[in-house]
């Protein structure tokens, strides 16, 4: 479980580290508001995946 949390995390990391900054660098506010929202909302659900409060199917 640890693994994958470490996975998880760095794969967020780096899905930020390689869109933000071309989204601020162009100005995109409404955009980077859009790719944060849809982030939180992905990563929140895969976390709670991680950690067994979300059952596979």
Do not use: C, H
């Amino acid at each position: 479980m640890l693994a994958n949390i470490a996975l998880l995390t760095l794969s967020l990391v780096a899905i930020v580290l390689i869109d933000a900054p071309r989204l601020v660098r162009q100005g995109l506010r409404r955009e980077l508001w859009a790719f944060s929202v849809i982030m939180a909302i992905g990563y929140t659900l895969a976390f709670l995946r991680v950690f067994g409060l979300i059952p596979p199917k």
